[in-house]
């Protein structure tokens, strides 16, 4: 495979594990040292008290990672581009990994591209990029906007052309991480608009939400087979992130969210509502039958555990917040997005393992 340069212990599941708390090693860098954090993820400007959350390491079961070399990473990628794609949270990730490279690079330089949906780190000295494509959905959609989108009209188009809205902005990558799921589960059906072959004409049409994430899957799927040679090019898919905003599921409060947890969930059959199965069946059904290889980054069990690294409360706000959500800070907590350095650098060192040592 490209990129890598050794194996994975044998029998080893890198995803099967538990959270030790790691003073040493964690976190990789301060949130001060990297600019590239936004005010969404920023937890210690705004305000967090505590930094427990950027201390914790994930340990597998009878094995261990690989310990993140950002010197060696960014060698490996000189001449090469690596592209995250999907929403916030793929944007977080990106965020991350700029972050986990910046020590190792003299400079970054920053560039956008059209509107702000396609963000460029450029590390001149290795001519390699770290880049975030926002495409929530992965196939155009009216939230393809990435300052101006409602996650509550949103509008999916699952004809078979409608990766191509996104798709030729990801030709000539080198490593494609790929990722969609939290703006499909808001509810139980999504809309789409759909394409009569007969008439040539597009409509609006309710679908549960599974069959429509399935068809849009397999427009990835196509588009990959179609487009990437596995000798030069590595796709990544990173699985659903769970959020945490029923504190009842671990034994919290009935009221309760991720607000003010500082340490992770230890019961090791823990599983919350917002991961959905079904989601995760459909992403292993449709990616196993690529031609193409699609690693998926199974971060969701290791990730459901995280209740304490949340942005919560601490990060800019959107609107101005009333009274009644100031005195109850559950009631505005985001319990969606994480802080960084935290969480999402633990998916980036999977990222990393699975690209080297597959």
């Known amino acids: 495979m490209p990129f890598a340069v050794g194996r994975t212990e044998e029998g080893c599941d890198v995803f099967d594990g538990r959270w030790v708390y790691d003073e040493v090693s964690r976190p990789h860098y301060g949130e001060h040292e990297c600019r590239y954090i ?12 505590d930094k427990a959350y950027q201390r914790w390491r994930w340990q597998p079961h009878g094995c261990s990672l690989p310990s993140f070399n950002a010197t060696f990473m ?10 995250f794609v999907g929403d ?44 975030f494509y926002w495409a929530p959905f992965l196939v155009e959609s009216n939230c393809d906007n990435a300052t101006v989108h409602k996650i509550t009209d949103r509008i999916v188009n699952v004809h078979p052309e409608s990766i191509n809205k996104h798709a030729p902005n990801w030709k000539g990558v080198d490593v494609l991480i790929f990722n969609t799921y939290m703006w499909w589960i808001r509810d ?9 072959v007969k008439w040539g ?6 679908m549960k939400k599974e069959d429509a994430y399935r068809l849009v899957l397999k427009r990835m799927v196509r588009w990959v087979e179609e487009n990437i040679d596995p000798e030069k090019t590595r796709v990544f898919f990173t699985s659903l992130s769970p959020t945490h905003y029923r504190s009842i599921e671990w034994g919290g409060k009935p009221d309760g969210t991720c607000y003010n947890q500082t340490t992770p969930i230890t019961d090791p059959t823990y599983w919350g509502s917002s991961a959905s199965k079904s989601m995760m069946r459909v992403v292993e059904q449709v990616l196993g039958e690529s031609k193409i290889p699609i690693i998926v980054l199974n971060i969701t069990k290791l990730s459901a555990f995280r209740k304490d690294a949340h942005a919560s409360i601490y990060k800019q706000q959107m609107h101005e917040l009333m009274p009644e959500q100031l005195a109850n800070p559950n009631s505005y907590a985001d319990c969606t997005h994480w802080c960084l350095p935290g969480l999402q650098d633990t998916w980036n060192v999977m990222l990393y393992t699975k690209l080297f040592y597959p």
């Open 38 to 49: 936004s005010a969404q993820a920023r937890c210690q400007a705004y305000g967090r008290p």
């Open 74 to 83: 960014l060698e490996k990628l000189r001449g090469k581009r690596m592209m």
């Open 88 to 131: 916030s949270l793929a944007r977080g990730q990106f965020t991350s990994m700029a972050c986990l490279l910046r020590r190792a690079s003299s400079k970054f330089a920053k560039s956008h591209k059209h509107f702000r949906s396609h963000g460029i780190l450029r590390a001149r000295k290795h001519n390699a990029t770290i880049e």
């Open 188 to 196: 139980t059906n999504i809309k789409t608009l759909q394409r009569s």
């Open 201 to 206: 004409l597009e409509y609006v049409k309710e």
